[in-house]
Structure formats: C-alpha cells, structure tokens
C-alpha cells in the first residue's frame, strides 16, 4: 500500500483534447453546484516530501504470493500441503492419478529418511506396476481455473526424482486439458537415472493459448519412484529472472512507481511459534516469518502455514523481495518479528536466548542486504546472483502489537543492537493496529519516552471516517517521531472509497514534515482465494485488474511534486447528525443469551422491553447468521462459528434513548455485540465486549458495511457470568455503562468534508501540482488563487478521474480510469468547475 510522480505519458491510450475552463455542461437532475475558493502562496514554501513518501505494502494474504506474484504455475509443488495449513489440505492437495494406455500404479504422500532434504520433509512416492505397458502419474491442476499458457510462450519444467528401477524410470511430462483430449504442448521426455536425488529439466513451448491447463508427470516401468519439487515456470517472468515474478503483477506494481517495497507482511511477521524449522523445535509448520527459511535453493527453503490459512512456500523469498524492490527502483523496507504475537494472539515470549537469536538474524539480515562480498551474509547474497548490496536504509521491528508494554521492551533491544553496528539505519516501531483506544496511546507514549525515529500507523475505516479526519496530523509535533501510514484503506473497492482515500492523501501530503511513509493495504488478492477485501489490484491465473483505488492511488504516486505549497481552502461541508435508529443484539463466534431488554426515552418514557416470556417475535435477523432461539426465558444465540449473527428491534427513527440489557457468555471465542443505531445489516453501531479473541472491548461505527472504531480499550468477559450493559444516546453523545460503571463514552461529531485540496511544486519541471477531490454528488465551482507575484503559462495539462461512486472495476469491466487533457485560461486567479465524485489534478506551468 503506497506512491510517487507525474511523466509524460501518465496512462496509455489516452486522448488529449484542448478545452475552455468551463466545465461541459451538466445534465438536468445534476445537483446544484456548491462554490469553494483555494487560496495558495505559490511563492511560498512549505514541507519537503520524502522521495520514498508514497510505497507498496507486500504481504502473502490473499495467495499474492503462491498463485500470484510468485510465477510458479504448479500448486503444492513439494507436496507440503498439510492440515496444520489449512483443514482441508492434505499432501495430494492438488494432485490427482492419472494413467494412460493402461497404466497402472498407487501414489502416497511419505515423510520419512528417504526425503529430498530435512527442511523438505515430505515428497511423493510412486508405486509403479504397468509391467511393460502404459505409464502412471500424477496430475496437477495449478491455480484458479488450472493452470495459463500463451501460444508461442517458453515454459521451463523441472523435478527433483529417485529411482530403484535398475534400468532407470522413463517420465513423460505433457500440458494437456483435464480428461487428456487436448494437449498444449509437444510433450518432454525425461530419463530418471538411479536412486539418489537429482533435478531434472526440460521446456515446453505452448501450442495453444488457455487458462485450464493440467500438468501431467507420467513414468513407465516398475518399481518405486519418488519425486518432489515438480515446477512449472514461464521463462517470461518480469525482468526475465529465473524463480521469478508474474509479469502483469510486477508491472502493475511498478507502474506505481513506489518510492518503497514494506515486506513481508503484516500478521504473518508476528503470529505462531517463534522458535526455527528444525528438529529441537520439533519443526513447527505455524511459525512467524523467519527471512533465513526464506533464501537459497529453493527446495532447501521451509515451508510454513501461512496465518491466512493456506501453505506458504517460500519460493518469494528475502531475495527476491530485495531483488524485486531494486528493478522497480523502491527502497526495500522489511519487518521483523519482535516476539511479541498479535493479530489476535497477544502473547509476549519470555525466551531470552530466544530474542537474542532474533536479533542476531535482524543484524545478519543487514548484512545480507548491504555487507561487503567477504561478510558471510553478503557473501551468501553474492552466491545468489547480486554481489552489490541492496541499499537497506530502514527496517521495521514489529507489527500492530497489542501489548505495547511487553513490545517495547523488546523492541528497544533490537533498536539498540542495531544502532551499535549500524547507525544509520532508521528502525521503526509501530503504534497497534489501530487509529485510536487504549493500545494507541499507550504505545505513542511509550515510542516519545524511548526516542523512537518513526513510528507505523495502521487503520481500516469507513469512507466517512477519511473524510472526517483529513487534518489528523495537523496537530502532531513536528519536532516528535515520524509517521508511516503503514496500512490504510476504506472498506470497499468502489470509486467512493477511493475518493475518500484520495481527500485523506491531501492532508498526508500538506503534513509531509511528519507523515514521510504512507502505504495502502493489501496490495493484491487472487479473486478465487480472498482473505481479505478491499485490495489495491486484483487478479485471476492469467488477469489482472487495478481497482478503482488502484486508479486513484497511481495518480498520487505519479504526481506526487518535491515540495508542498501552502495552500488553504473555504466551502461547504456537510454538518454531523444525531444517532438515530433501532436496537440489536450480536454474537461473534461465541454463544451468549441476552435478556431483559428495555429502550426508554431521555423523559424516562418506555419505547421498547421484552423479556423473551412470549417468544422473540419482535426481533428481525438482519445478518442472516447464527442460530437464535428462546430457552428458558432468554433468548439465545448457540452457533460458535457464526460471524456477526446480527437482530434488530425497535423503531430506526429513535434518538435521544437509554437501552439496558443483560447479556451471558455461554461458551466461544468473544463476548457480546449490542448495537444501537441500527438502520440496516450494514449501518449501525455496536459495542463490541470481550473482542479480538476477547482481549479488547471498543464501539465501531458500520457504515455501508465498512466499520470505524470509536473508542477502545482492553476488556474481557468471563463464561457464565452475567453484566448489566446500558448504553445512553444524547444527540451525537454516547455514554456507556457496565454493570453500573461508566466504562467509556464519545461524541460522534465529526464534520464531513468532501472537498479537500493540496498543491505540491514539481521543481524540474516549474510546476504547481494542484490536487482536488470533490467526493459528493455535487460539482464544485472553484477560484483558485495562486497569489500574487506569481506567472504562469494559459495552458496546463489536467488529468481527471470520475464517475457514479458506487462504481469498480472488475475482471470484465474496468470503467474507473484516468483521462488527460490541455485546458486554457489558467491564471494568477481562475475559476474551476469540478466534477461530482472526482478527483482532479493540474499542472500548472510557472514561468
């Protein structure tokens, strides 16, 4: 998540046209326009933006890595898929028998002395019995729809194989459709010589174009024949390396121009054990990400159960990020694990030996990335291909830790080894995994008490939240930490969301003294195997797409300027508006009753009880999940796996009330969700008791699916026992009591702003950059002011991107994209019409 600069040429395809400063005439149900007025001091200079301001933010969620940008066409090459990774995997996951001209054998996945190697600990045994006629194998089905082949495009196959046959075993090895009637390439003929392993190799060149191929390894013979690593590579892999990165990917990333590549993830740094693949830990498969499994051949790298549930490889290794970072010209920026697990873990381990390792690895990793050709990790990097170092300059220890205590003491550790032996990296620490709440704070203090450099931001919001808080780092100290924005987005892929995200860079770029980071989150997800929504590109086993985010986002990172001008703005804004709506009960994979519900008016009027006594007839399910039902007087929600189980009652026009009820655990993994607010499944508040795996309460604000947290703290609730939950609503203001005790409350007052603004010079280039979201339905009549003193040229080149808000681009259909133009009659002082749902950018020439 992140971005850069604007060249000639911003988007292919385009057509320039000349127009007036009018804007084309708008339809008749057009709504009115609104005036603005952008006041800049285009002599006047403000923030320097750090070149690497806007980056990507790389983690393996999503299949971005196997099945994505990793170019392996083969699933489960090594046969390491197992349950521990995900319930319904096993070693053939993938792979299927196959025969032919009546062949005939059995296949088994085996973990014993015979394997490839220790860290590669399962592979396939073959028995053969096709006495002299036919062959058998195994069959492989790749990603998606199976695996993509072009016409005329190289594809490089290898093996590593073992025999007892003593005449050796024949392998066929063909491209071919499912039931084997169609083949896309002239088969390759392989020989395995003896019974010790060895990689075989050979190429195919496609005969046809299709996303469903299958791959066949078929061997003739008796006997025993074991196999492992079977791959599948395009030799057209971005910048044309060996183990290398799907073309369309990697160039959609660069296309972004990224000042810097943060990799590897995310929750898979910091989640599972933190002890190494070997056999004193008993090989963990569950295991942080360790850069170390992560470099050299890989069938020597150890595969991992990737925390988003599927099997990691590992083939995207440390190297390859470094390597990848390096082509596309972005600063590598990797995270280490501070043995402190989060995302929901919240554990601190208390190994010292342990935590020393650790940061011995983070020393040698440095080394690695920049030691000389005769250091053992450079020397390593040189054997790989690459004896210059990478440049790393910043790394980051940690991620989105809810222990801010315990994560600090470690970190200071690690901060201090590495400025001993390498004081002019920058190590950054990070502030949870949220915008706000008990964690937040007490981590910020902690970083100022500790003299932390930069410090890693983290949220996901509602649009309206980006549109609320686009001067959140208006009052952060310029003298203090610097931020990175290290994972941000809207909950959502629709042009609105964009626009939303957009109207928040402009305030990250007029705070560029103290936001120098920002990366959007995630990055890409394979359409079929999705952890995670919204993301920046999407893909299939042969497309792939930007989202409309992605559109906006490339804007920014293209265009971003050297320099921020002062500027400021006047308009309309929309005002906030009092809580209203119904009530609701929820449960999230957690069973709990609920009884005794009653809403009162501010006067003390009764508007809603019910005691469940007769049935819960008055309750609506809105979510559509869950399992509710009246026993013994209460009513009940009993499916433990069942996500937001959602109900509603009452009147959504209600304001101004009080709403007591008294809720029990009763067994599973949280606590209890009561909402108020509640308009429909995707609008609502709702406090949320015992969450994150009961570590953590907080109230979140839903609004068109996408939530918000406004306020949190850590809490948990205990089995069987029963709290009185009261929640009063005054106009904006939200006071919450449990078991008689206020336990927080906050005033949702906010004021909207869909007009934002930013103005940037490019110095090369004489330029203004002016920047404009108009994120409402309405257009936005501007005078633009450039102040006095300043010349520019008649013309400038206007780049626009627009359309209905609830717009995205999809695999068939991509309308949200940018179009270019010359417009005429810039001045010192000129008059601008935006469009609704639009964001807008002008160069300005100066003279």
Same mark, same amino acid.
């Given at each position: ?6 060249? =000639? /040429?911003?988007? &292919?395809?385009? +057509? ?8 084309? %005439? @708008?339809? *008749?149900?057009? !709504? ?98 096709? =006495? /002299?006629?036919? &062959?058998?194998? +195994? ?8 695996? %993509? @082949?072009? *016409?005329?495009? !190289? ?105 810097? +590549? ?586």
């Amino acid at each position: 998540m992140r971005t850069h600069r604007l060249v =000639a /040429g911003l988007v &292919t395809g385009l +057509v320039t046209t000349t127009l007036s400063t009018s804007t084309p %005439a @708008l339809g *008749a149900d057009a !709504a009115p326009a609104l005036d603005y007025t952008i006041n800049v001091d285009a002599t006047g200079t403000g923030p320097a933006i750090d070149p690497a301001m806007y980056g990507v933010f790389f983690e393996d969620i999503n299949r971005a890595a196997d099945g994505g940008l990793y170019a392996e066409l083969v699933q489960n090459r090594s046969f390491e898929y197992l349950p521990v990774d995900n319930g319904s995997y096993t070693g053939l996951t993938s792979w299927s028998p196959v025969s032919s001209s009546g062949g005939s054998g059995s296949i088994a996945t085996v973990s014993d002395d015979a394997r490839l190697n220790e860290r590669n600990r399962t592979y396939l045994k073959v028995t053969l019995t096709n =006495a /002299g006629a036919g &062959t058998y194998g +195994v069959l492989n089905s790749g990603y998606n729809t199976g695996i %993509a @082949l072009e *016409a005329g495009k !190289a594809y490089d196959f290898s093996v590593w194989a073992r025999t007892d046959a003593a005449g050796g075993t024949p392998l066929t090895i063909t491209l071919r459709n499912q039931d084997g009637t169609t083949r896309y390439a002239a088969p390759v003929a392989l020989s395995v010589q003896d019974d010790a392993w060895r990689r075989y190799t050979g190429t195919f060149v496609a005969t046809g174009t299709t996303d469903a191929a299958r791959l066949a390894v078929e061997a003739g013979g008796d006997g025993t024949l074991r196999l492992d690593m079977v791959s599948l590579f395009p030799r057209d892999t971005f910048e044309g390396r060996p183990n290398g990165l799907r073309k369309d990917l990697a160039e959609k990333i660069g296309a972004l121009r990224p000042g810097f +590549v943060r990799f590897p993830g995310g929750c898979i740094v910091n989640t599972g054990s933190m002890y190494g693949y070997d056999a004193a830990s008993g090989y963990p498969r569950a295991r942080a990400y360790q850069w170390k499994d992560t470099i050299g051949p890989v069938e020597e790298r150890a595969t991992n159960a990737n925390f988003w549930g599927y099997n990691q490889s590992n083939g995207l290794g440390y190297y390859e990020y470094f390597q990848f970072s390096e082509d596309i010209g972005a600063k590598p920026v990797p995270v280490v694990p501070a043995l402190v697990t989060g995302c929901g873990q919240n554990r601190a381990v208390d190994d010292e030996a342990l935590l020393q390792r650790h940061i011995q690895d983070t020393l040698d990793l440095i080394e690695f990335a920049n030691g000389a050709v005769t250091s053992t990790w450079g020397a390593k990097r040189a054997a790989m291909g690459h004896p210059a170092p990478f440049g790393l300059d910043r790394i980051e220890v940690g991620n989105e830790e809810n222990l801010p205590d315990a994560f600090m003491a470690r970190f200071v550790k690690f901060r201090d080894a590495i400025a001993a032996k390498y004081p002019d990296i920058t190590v950054i620490s990070n502030s949870g995994p949220d915008d706000m709440g008990t964690t937040f704070d007490r981590a910020w203090e902690l970083n100022r008490a500790n003299g932390v450099e930069m410090v890693d931001e983290h949220y996901y919001n509602d649009p309206s939240w980006f549109l609320q808080n686009n001067k959140r780092y208006d009052s952060y100290d310029r003298s203090g930490a610097k931020v990175w924005l290290g994972e941000y987005a809207s909950w959502d892929n629709k042009l609105y969301n964009a626009l939303a995200e957009g109207a928040y860079l402009t305030g990250l770029e007029r705070n560029a003294d103290v936001v120098t980071m920002a990366s959007y989150a995630p990055l890409l997800a394979n359409i079929d195997y999705v952890q995670w929504r919204p993301d920046l590109i999407w893909f299939d086993n042969d497309q792939s797409w930007g989202s409309a985010n992605y559109e906006v986002q490339k804007l920014f990172m293209t265009n971003v300027g050297d320099r921020v001008v002062p500027s400021t703005s006047s308009g309309a804004v929309k005002a906030p508006e009092p809580v209203t709506g119904a009530v609701g009960l929820s449960t999230w994979r957690t069973a709990a009753k609920y009884d005794d519900v009653a809403v009162t008016s501010a006067d003390g009027t009764p508007l809603f009880s019910d005691d469940f006594s007769n049935g819960a007839d008055r309750w609506t399910p809105i979510a559509g999940r869950g399992a509710w039902s009246v026993v013994d007087g209460a009513y009940v929600q009993s499916d433990t796996g069942a996500e937001n189980t959602m109900v509603e009652a009452g009147d959504e026009s209600w304001r101004d009330y009080d709403l007591s009820v008294k809720a029990t655990k009763l067994s599973g993994a949280e606590g209890f969700l009561v909402g108020f607010g509640v308009k429909d499944s995707g609008n609502y508040y709702w406090w949320n008791l015992g969450g994150w795996n009961n570590t953590q309460g907080a109230v979140e604000k839903a609004v068109n699916g996408g939530k918000t947290t406004l306020i949190a703290k850590p809490n948990t609730i205990e089995t069987g026992r029963t709290y009185d939950i009261r929640i009063q609503i005054r106009d904006t203001k939200v006071t919450l009591l449990l078991d008689g005790q206020v336990w927080g409350s906050f005033d949702d007052n906010a004021v909207t702003e869909p007009f934002a603004q930013v103005v940037t010079r490019d110095v090369a280039s004489k330029q203004l950059i002016i920047k404009v979201v108009n994120a409402q339905d309405a257009p936005a009549r501007t005078t633009i002011n450039l102040g006095a003193g300043v010349r520019v040229m008649d013309k400038a080149q206007m780049t626009v991107i627009s359309g209905d808000p609830q717009q995205l681009n999809t695999r068939t259909a991509q309308p949200i994209k940018p179009m270019t133009s010359t417009i005429k009659g810039v001045a010192p002082t000129f008059t601008r019409i935006f469009e609704p749902n639009s964001v807008t950018f002008i160069r300005v020439q100066t003279r």
